[in-house]
């Protein structure tokens, strides 16, 4: 398993392939996706963007995640 999937549980790695795919998710989008509360949805999100694996943008209803644009983040996701 690589570093950084260390730690991380499976919806975690889920969003994370979504958002390499798709190029962005929000919130409701991976509650819907996960069939989960949008508390739990706030702590994934919350260890990915400490982590560096996702970087969030926008505000409000607007507010999506994206993969970082930093070779360090990219290269992170990428050693999979």
Request: aromatic residues 8%.
């Amino acid at each position: 398993m690589p570093d950084w999937m260390q730690g991380l549980n499976e919806r975690q790695i889920q969003v994370l392939q979504f958002v390499k795919k798709e190029g962005r998710i929000t919130r409701r989008e991976y509650k819907k996706l996960e069939g989960i509360r949008s508390t739990v949805a706030k702590q994934d999100f919350q260890s990915l963007l400490e982590r560096g694996l996702l970087a969030r943008q926008g505000t409000g209803p607007a507010t999506h995640y994206v993969i970082p644009n930093s070779s360090r983040s990219t290269r992170k996701f990428g050693d999979h």
